[in-house]
C-alpha cells in the first residue's frame, strides 16, 4: 500500500484512521481560514470538539464566527519565548515569522506583534483532555519551536499532523526521538503515530518514504536553495 497520497485525500484517509470510535479532540496550530484547507473543519462537522490557535487577529475573528471550537488568538513557541511577543509578517492569509517571505514567492504587507505562549500552556488553559486524538502543526517553518513547548508524555496524540517541506530531517527526528513514527504524507503533512502504535508498512511505503526523506533530500536542498535566491534577486529588483 502506498504511503504518499495527494493532498485532496487527506480529509477521507483523516476520518478512515478514526473509524470507530467516537467523536475526539482535535488541536489545530495555525489554523488559519475556518474551513478553506482546515485540518479539523470536516472532524467538527462530524462532533468533534477541540482547540484552533491563530494569532492572525483577522483569522481569529473569522474562527470564531464559523466555528464552534475554542479559539485561542496566540503565537505558539519554545518556552524560552513564552510570555513575549514576536513579530509575525503578514501576506493576506499566508503568514510567518520570517520576514523573508520572498522564499516564499509573495512579498509581507505589513508585520504585527503577537503574544507568544507555549501550546502547553495553551492546552491547559483550554482544559484540553490527555491524550489528545489529533494534533496538527501548520506554522510556515516555526514547527519546531512549537513542539518545544510541547509535552509529548502528558498529551500524547494518537495523530500528529505536521507540515514538513523536507528540506532538512530536522523535523522528522525531533518526532522520532519524542517517540513517534512516520506512516503516511498526505500534501506536505507528515502523519506520525506512536511508535508503539504504528502499522508495519509494506515495500511500497517503506521505499516511497525512503526515497521522499532521504534518496531525494539533497536535491530538494538544491531546489529549494535556488528558488531562494531566485526570489530574493527578483524582489530585490522591485524594491522601491
Not at 482544559?127 to 489529533?134: I, Q, S
Not at 507540515?163 to 519524542?178: C, G, I, N, P, Q
Request: positive net charge; aromatic residues 10%.
Amino acid at each position: 500500500m502506498p504511503a504518499i497520497f495527494p493532498p485532496e485525500q487527506e480529509e477521507g484517509l483523516v476520518r478512515q484512521f478514526f473509524a470507530g470510535g467516537a467523536p475526539g479532540f482535535f488541536v489545530e496550530v495555525g489554523a488559519n481560514e475556518p474551513r478553506t484547507e482546515s485540518q479539523s473543519f470536516h472532524l467538527e462537522q462530524a462532533g468533534w470538539t477541540g482547540v484552533l490557535i491563530e494569532p492572525q487577529p483577522d483569522l481569529a475573528a473569522k474562527l470564531r464566527a464559523q466555528r464552534k471550537a475554542v479559539v485561542c488568538e496566540v503565537a505558539c513557541s519554545s518556552p524560552e519565548r513564552a510570555g513575549t511577543t514576536m513579530r509575525l509578517y503578514v501576506a493576506g492569509a499566508f503568514s510567518s515569522f520570517d520576514p523573508r517571505l520572498a522564499v516564499t514567492g509573495v512579498r509581507p504587507e505589513k508585520a504585527i506583534d503577537v503574544p507568544v505562549r507555549t501550546l502547553d500552556a495553551v492546552l491547559r488553559e483550554a482544559g484540553a483532555p490527555h491524550p489528545l486524538d489529533l494534533l496538527s502543526v501548520d506554522v510556515e517553518g516555526h514547527e519546531l519551536e512549537v513542539l518545544a513547548g510541547f509535552d509529548f508524555a502528558y498529551w500524547r496524540p494518537r495523530l500528529i499532523l505536521l507540515e514538513d517541506h523536507v528540506t532538512s530531517l530536522d523535523k522528522h527526528a525531533y518526532l522520532t526521538r519524542a517517540g513517534y513514527r512516520l506512516i503516511r504524507r498526505t500534501g506536505l503533512n507528515g502523519w506520525y503515530v506512536p511508535r508503539a502504535e504504528a502499522p508495519a508498512l509494506d515495500w511500497t511505503g517503506r521505499w516511497q518514504i525512503l526515497r521522499k526523506y532521504y534518496l531525494a533530500l539533497p536535491f530538494r536542498v538544491l531546489r529549494d536553495a535556488k528558488r531562494r535566491l531566485r526570489d530574493r534577486i527578483r524582489f530585490a529588483g522591485t524594491a522601491g
